[in-house]
């Protein structure tokens, strides 16, 4: 079973920047597609960014791009989500996922999961 443990959230003004963090429990990181979803309070999960397996191609959703940056560490079992620029709405419990196959924005297309971390920016 893939273990995924966020880390980074926090609380951050407008205009701040924050970078979360993803440390995977396997010695075959390099195999899995990762993504990043959010949930903010009464909303439904939804699909923020993602990165292939060797980092050189990634997929963001509308409103991050420009903005968020996802990149990993196939060395170190890690994936990264570089947030500039963050907005209140921006809010949200951040989830790193991970699966097999090719790129997915598909919650359900993804069998593992963290345990999330929280962001708060504040106006």
């Known amino acids: 079973q893939l273990e995924l443990v966020e880390s980074g959230g926090g609380l951050v003004q407008a205009g701040g920047s924050l970078t979360l963090s993803c440390a995977a429990s396997t010695r075959t990181f390099g195999a899995y597609v990762m993504g990043w979803f959010r949930q903010a309070p009464g909303k439904e999960r939804e699909f923020v960014a993602a990165?292939?397996?060797?980092?050189?191609?990634?997929l963001y959703t509308t409103s991050v791009k420009g903005r968020f940056t996802v990149t990993r560490d196939n060395a170190k079992n890690t994936v990264y989500l570089q947030m500039n620029s963050l907005k209140p709405e921006d809010t949200a419990v951040y989830y790193c996922?991970?699966?097999?196959?090719?790129?997915?924005?598909?919650?359900?297309?993804?069998?593992?999961w963290g345990q999330g971390t929280q962001v708060t920016v504040s106006l």
């Open positions: 996922a991970a699966r097999l196959m090719g790129f997915s924005e598909r919650e359900g297309d993804f069998p593992s």
């Open positions: 990165i292939n397996r060797n980092g050189g191609d990634t």
